[in-house]
């Protein structure tokens, strides 16, 4: 059975960094891109990062280009997402995701229950 | 980027009723189209991707059609457990997309 825990996920300061991380299990992790979704409260999905199996191609929404980097330790199944200079639109729940393949382009068929990030002085 | 937009934004209909749902890419994204169901509290769940394949375990009455630009997901005879809120999805390239969502609820 496919799990997705996602954790370390809490209040920051505008401005101020958090790291998300992703335990997998039931799967193959490394033969998968991975992703990240957010969900502002009372709002819809937002695509905001990708990364190949082998963790060598990443790809980022513009909303978080150039603050958030994703990696991913396929030695300990494990997907993280580093977020720096965070900003107050940044608040939201933040689904760790597995696509069908590996490949950017195939659709996430596996979802965790999500960690909250709320950024507020 | 490639938008999505989803229509309607809510629909209310009767247990039973015919029930769809379009989404629209602002340029075309061949058949690379989700669509997802999400209950409130719950992460949402994969319905319907390659725009028209029914991911395993999902009841028949639901059905995805469409290529290029346009798409719809349909709920054949709707049932009291499909009230949710529905995505579409494009995953053809890098940024990907969500629609807006629609809400389905129960006349």
């Known amino acids: 059975e496919v799990q997705l825990l996602e954790s370390g996920g809490g209040l920051a300061q505008p401005g101020g960094s958090l790291r998300l991380s992703c335990a997998a299990s039931?799967?193959?992790?490394?033969?998968?891109?991975m992703n990240w979704v957010r969900q502002a409260p009372g709002k819809g999905l937002e695509w905001v990062s990708g990364?190949?199996?082998?963790?060598?191609?990443?790809y980022y929404a513009d909303s978080v280009k150039g603050r958030f980097t994703i990696s991913r330790d396929n030695s300990k199944n494990t997907l993280y997402l580093q977020m720096n200079s965070l900003r107050a639109e940044d608040t939201a729940l933040y689904y760790c995701?597995?696509?069908?393949?590996?490949?950017?382009?195939?659709?996430?068929?596996?979802w965790g229950q999500g960690t909250l990030v709320t950024v507020s002085p | 980027d490639i938008q999505m937009t989803q229509s309607p934004s809510s629909l209310s209909a009767s247990v039973g009723d015919r029930v769809t749902i379009t989404c629209r890419a602002s340029?075309?994204?061949?058949?690379?189209l989700a669509w997802y169901q999400q209950k409130p509290g719950k992460a949402p769940k994969l319905l319907i991707y390659?725009?028209?394949t029914l991911q395993s375990g999902v009841p028949s009455r639901f059905s995805g059609s469409g290529s290029g630009t346009d798409f719809t997901l349909t709920i054949s005879s709707l049932q009291t457990e499909d009230v949710a809120t529905y995505y579409c999805?494009?995953?053809?390239?890098?940024?990907?997309?969500f629609g807006g969502g629609t809400k389905v609820e129960i006349k």
């Open positions: 039931g799967f193959t992790f490394s033969t998968y891109v």
């Open positions: 390659a725009a028209s």
């Open positions: 999805h494009n995953y053809n390239s890098a940024p990907l997309t």
């Open positions: 340029q075309g994204i061949s058949n690379y």
């Open positions: 995701a597995k696509d069908r393949a590996n490949s950017i382009a195939a659709a996430i068929n596996y």
């Open positions: 990364i190949s199996g082998s963790g060598d191609y990443t």
